[in-house]
């Protein structure tokens, strides 16, 4: 196998899982009312999915210079991945959100 092929699809399945599992985190906090922490990981997805962004950029500037991506299993199971990550983001802010509004209202 020629792992150079391959090694952006795999850095980019590192970057996104790391990606979800820190908004997991966040709502996991954020169930305790730890919004400090639920922040911090937030923080934390978001810099793992910048990193990841700019690796898919930096692929759609090689695909616009006429240089072919090869797309391959590994590279469709590394967008899969890049899409979870993106909707567990997204929710996790919610969570986080809606877990503010519920200490607000058990606070009254």
Do not use: C, W
């Not at 793992?48 to 391959?72: F, K, L, S, Y």
């Not at 890049?82 to 959100?97: G, L, Q, S």
């Amino acid at each position: 196998m020629d792992e150079t092929k391959y090694q952006v699809a795999f850095e980019l399945i590192m970057k996104a899982g790391n990606a979800k599992s820190s908004s997991l985190m966040a709502i996991d906090m954020a169930k305790v009312f730890d919004f400090e922490g639920a922040n911090k990981h937030l923080e934390e997805a978001e810099n793992e999915m910048r990193e990841a962004h700019a690796m898919q950029i930096g692929m759609i500037q090689q695909e616009a210079q006429g240089n072919p991506v090869d797309v391959n299993i590994i590279l469709v199971h590394a967008q899969d991945h890049m899409t979870m990550a993106v909707m567990a983001k997204d929710i996790a802010e919610r969570f986080v959100e809606l877990y503010e509004t519920i200490q607000e209202l058990k606070q009254k």
